[in-house]
């Protein structure tokens, strides 16, 4: 109930009004049916937008700390992601990341619509980089096809560590349904998983136009920052 007011009633029409989305292709998300949004992941708001736009519900995955924040900040923010039916995720991978695809496996089964970002973490620059596979074990578990969608301009809205998004008209593009039934049965084969994996994000880079990066978000994170180069005295 708390997705459909929040969609509907409380910040859905508020936000079309101050940032105007202008969305391509959202006829290739099927009006009913399971799908797979596979989307690129560019600021917190990639959460907000996809669902606003799509006339169905969408059900994403988030990072499990989302839900374990501290004082104000962090109950809203807690009250916003099990409102929407967000579902945490524990990024450390194993048996906590397999609940959440089994999750959302029941969601598909159910006929509903799964969002995921195959990258596992937003951009930390922009740019496209290496999927994970759980995008496709769930594509090839659930025999669903995948949509890809891509934030054209999030990243100039809501660059990562602002709070407060820039008033500008959000871009999103949807993609024509990817089908991986032909590898159907294959699922747990890790070079059909990433295979299609590769595939998918080729196509989120053909339709983003985004430089892509072949190594995980999560390790070009983690990797220090150059230091400047100081002027050589004359």
């Given at each position: 109930m708390l997705y459909w007011l929040l969609k509907y009633v409380i910040l859905g029409p508020l936000l079309r009004l101050i940032f105007r989305p202008q969305v391509e292709g959202l006829h290739h998300v099927p009006a009913t049916g399971p799908v797979i949004l596979a989307s690129n992941h560019l600021s917190f708001s990639?959460?907000?937008?996809?669902?606003?736009?799509?006339?169905?519900?969408?059900?994403?995955?988030?990072?499990?700390?989302?839900?374990?924040?501290?004082?104000?900040?962090?109950?809203?923010?807690?009250?916003?992601?099990?409102?929407?039916?967000?579902?945490?995720?524990?990024?450390?991978?194993?048996?906590?990341?397999?609940?959440?695809?089994?999750?959302?496996?029941?969601?598909?089964?159910?006929?509903?619509?799964?969002?995921?970002?195959?990258?596992?973490?937003?951009?930390?620059?922009?740019?496209?980089?290496?999927?994970?596979?759980?995008?496709?074990?769930?594509?090839?578990?659930?025999?669903?096809?995948?949509?890809?969608?891509?934030?054209?301009?999030?990243?100039?809205?809501?660059?990562?560590?602002?709070l407060v998004p820039k008033v500008r008209r959000v871009r999103i593009r949807f993609g024509a349904p990817l089908d991986f039934s032909r590898y159907a049965g294959m699922a747990g084969d890790r070079f059909v998983e990433r295979a299609v994996t590769d595939e998918i994000m080729y196509e989120l880079m053909d339709l983003s136009g985004r430089e892509y990066v072949d190594t995980y978000a999560q390790k070009a994170k983690a990797q220090p920052a150059p230091v400047p180069r100081q002027p050589v005295a004359a």
């Amino acid at each position: 109930m708390l997705y459909w007011l929040l969609k509907y009633v409380i910040l859905g029409p508020l936000l079309r009004l101050i940032f105007r989305p202008q969305v391509e292709g959202l006829h290739h998300v099927p009006a009913t049916g399971p799908v797979i949004l596979a989307s690129n992941h560019l600021s917190f708001s990639d959460s907000i937008f996809t669902p606003l736009i799509v006339p169905r519900k969408v059900t994403f995955v988030a990072k499990a700390e989302y839900f374990t924040g501290k004082g104000l900040k962090g109950w809203l923010t807690k009250m916003f992601f099990v409102g929407t039916g967000t579902i945490p995720v524990d990024r450390s991978g194993g048996r906590a990341a397999r609940a959440a695809l089994d999750t959302q496996l029941t969601i598909l089964r159910a006929g509903g619509v799964a969002g995921i970002y195959p990258e596992g973490t937003r951009s930390p620059d922009g740019r496209l980089y290496r999927g994970k596979t759980g995008v496709a074990r769930l594509a090839l578990e659930s025999g669903a096809p995948v949509v890809p969608v891509v934030m054209l301009n999030l990243d100039e809205i809501q660059p990562p560590g602002t709070l407060v998004p820039k008033v500008r008209r959000v871009r999103i593009r949807f993609g024509a349904p990817l089908d991986f039934s032909r590898y159907a049965g294959m699922a747990g084969d890790r070079f059909v998983e990433r295979a299609v994996t590769d595939e998918i994000m080729y196509e989120l880079m053909d339709l983003s136009g985004r430089e892509y990066v072949d190594t995980y978000a999560q390790k070009a994170k983690a990797q220090p920052a150059p230091v400047p180069r100081q002027p050589v005295a004359a």
